[in-house]
């Protein structure tokens, strides 16, 4: 199966860094996602990384192993409007451009 | 600017009624995807669809079905509402065959009654 998990829930204050985690099945991988979601609102895509190593844009930068199978994203400098749920999404092989859908960390920055 | 748009962000329906919503996007992408997502289950895949008249369905299509006669547009049609099809559903497209990013409509918030 296609399994992608990364924690439910996650806290942190202002001005400090998170480390959000995902892992997912190695076989046929050909991609992984971020995506940032705040309440009410649709998914925003963050980050994409086929390659190992850090991919670093601004305040966010998203790591990848692949022969691990894991892949974490860094939220320096955390501001309140960084309270989101945060996806992590998988594509699979020639999957037709189809993303898999971990089921979010909700993260929550407190003043 | 990339642009996903949904035909209402708000639908309250009764059991039984057929419904429809409506996805269009402007960027000539060939991808388009329909989701439904809820709480604690995260975002799952009803049906996508790589050309006009193309589809395949995702992880749950029952009790749905689609329609991509434009390549702007994707449309899923609930045929019989349910209860258990309240939800949150987004439309989202991209470009094949190596696309880096779905882009996503503001979604419809489906309450059936």
């Given amino acids: ?7 439910t829930e996650m806290t942190a204050t202002e001005g400090a860094i998170v480390q959000i985690n995902c892992t997912y099945q190695t076989s046929g991988f050909n991609g ?4 940032q979601q705040h309440a009410g609102e649709a998914p925003t895509f963050l980050s994409y990384n086929v390659l190992d190593g850090l991919e670093e844009k601004g305040r966010f930068s998203s790591f990848l192993s692949r022969s691990k199978g894991y892949s974490y994203l860094l939220l320096k ?5 960084d309270s989101a749920s945060y996806l992590c999404a998988v594509r ?13 960390t909700q993260l929550t920055v407190w003043p | 600017d990339v642009k996903v748009t949904q035909s209402s962000r708000y639908l309250v329906k009764r ?3 057929k419904v429809f919503l409506e996805c269009v996007q402007d960027m000539d992408h060939e991808n388009m995807f329909w989701y439904r997502q809820d709480p604690g289950l995260g975002l799952r895949l009803i049906y996508f669809s790589y050309d006009v008249k193309m589809k ?3 992880d749950i299509p029952e009790g749905y079905s689609v329609s991509r ?7 899923l049609i609930l045929e019989s509402a349910s209860t258990n099809q309240t939800s949150m559903y987004l439309c989202a497209s991209s470009l094949p ?3 880096n990013e779905q882009f996503f409509g503001p979604g419809t918030r489906l309450t059936v009654l």
Avoid: C, H, V
């Fill in chain 1, 1 to 7: 199966g296609q399994n992608i998990d990364q924690p």
């Fill in chain 1, 32 to 35: 992984l996602f971020w995506y």
């Fill in chain 1, 77 to 81: 400098e955390l501001q309140m409007k």
């Fill in chain 1, 92 to 104: 699979w092989g020639s999957t037709l451009g189809r993303l898999y859908f971990g089921r979010g």
């Fill in chain 2, 15 to 17: 059991t039984g009624e």
């Fill in chain 2, 56 to 58: 395949e369905k995702g």
């Fill in chain 2, 69 to 75: 006669e434009k390549k702007e547009r994707f449309s």
């Fill in chain 2, 97 to 99: 065959p190596r696309a």
